[in-house]
């Protein structure tokens, strides 16, 4: 596509038309205060984002495959159903109650803290993605599909994973003290070292104690 300045897409942003869908496909928008922006079913496939702040922005539906969301502010942040598929969101991305409602993080990378306390993610697609040391305290993964994810020194403190797939995920030395595991699935999960205080594991699916 054209490459347009920033002032160029902030003014393509706030004059939009609501029922036409926004194309930025693998533009440079780091840096950029889209505070409360309306980005919803917006194409930002392969995007730069890193350090954008998009606190309270609306991206819900909207195509981030690939998209660079590193140091991004996404707190409170709604994102139903977007699709993350490959998404890079380290270097400590804060998604602090964030709606990621049936997203699809596949494959996403949320590596070195992100910060997902609160954040909603019930019934979202997490397969493979990779959660090393992200926070996760209080988030609701009620019936998320977390299959091979990387929760790797996770903290998942109180956190709701009824009913959440876990088979074959990394949780070494996760902290899931006082989470919601009820009918949840952990077969084949490696929970060497990880703090179960206070987990009520019966009916737990594939746990091995």
Same mark, same amino acid.
């Given at each position: 596509?054209? !490459?347009?300045?920033?002032?160029?897409?902030?003014?393509?942003?706030?004059?939009?038309?609501?029922?036409?869908?926004?194309?930025?496909?693998?533009?440079?928008?780091?840096?950029?205060?889209?505070?409360?922006?309306?980005?919803?079913?917006?194409?930002? !496939?392969?995007?730069? *984002?890193?350090?954008?702040?998009? !606190?309270?922005?609306?991206?819900?539906?909207?195509?981030?495959?690939?998209?660079?969301?590193?140091?991004? *502010?996404? @707190?409170?942040?709604? $994102? &139903?159903?977007?699709?993350?598929?490959?998404? %890079?969101?380290?270097?400590?991305?804060?998604?602090?109650?964030?709606?990621?409602?049936?997203?699809?993080?596949?494959?996403?990378?949320?590596?070195?803290? #992100?910060?997902?306390?609160?954040?909603?993610?019930?019934?979202?697609?997490?397969? !493979? %993605?990779?959660?090393?040391?992200?926070?996760?305290?209080?988030?609701? *993964? &009620?019936?998320?599909?977390?299959?091979?994810?990387? $929760?790797? /020194?996770? @903290?998942?403190?109180?956190?709701?994973? &009824?009913? #959440?797939?876990?088979?074959?995920? @990394?949780?070494?030395?996760?902290?899931?003290?006082?989470?919601?595991?009820?009918?949840?699935?952990?077969?084949?999960?490696?929970?060497?070292?990880?703090?179960?205080?206070? /987990?009520?594991?019966?009916? /737990?699916?594939?746990?091995?104690?």
């Amino acid at each position: 596509m054209a !490459e347009f300045t920033r002032q160029e897409i902030i003014k393509m942003i706030n004059g939009l038309h609501p029922e036409k869908t926004l194309y930025l496909t693998h533009c440079n928008l780091s840096g950029l205060s889209l505070y409360g922006a309306d980005l919803s079913g917006a194409d930002l !496939e392969g995007a730069n *984002l890193y350090g954008a702040n998009l !606190e309270r922005a609306h991206l819900s539906g909207a195509n981030l495959i690939g998209a660079d969301l590193g140091r991004t *502010l996404l @707190n409170r942040a709604l $994102l &139903t159903k977007a699709n993350l598929t490959g998404a %890079t969101l380290h270097d400590g991305a804060k998604l602090a109650g964030a709606n990621l409602i049936g997203a699809n993080l596949f494959r996403a990378d949320l590596t070195g803290g #992100a910060d997902l306390e609160g954040a909603n993610l019930t019934g979202a697609n997490l397969e !493979e %993605t990779n959660l090393t040391r992200a926070n996760l305290t209080k988030a609701n *993964l &009620t019936k998320a599909n977390l299959i091979r994810a990387n $929760l790797t /020194v996770a @903290n998942l403190e109180n956190a709701n994973l &009824t009913g #959440a797939n876990l088979a074959g995920a @990394n949780l070494t030395k996760a902290n899931l003290t006082g989470a919601d595991l009820e009918g949840a699935d952990l077969t084949g999960a490696n929970l060497s070292g990880a703090d179960l205080t206070g /987990v009520d594991l019966t009916g /737990v699916i594939g746990y091995n104690p």
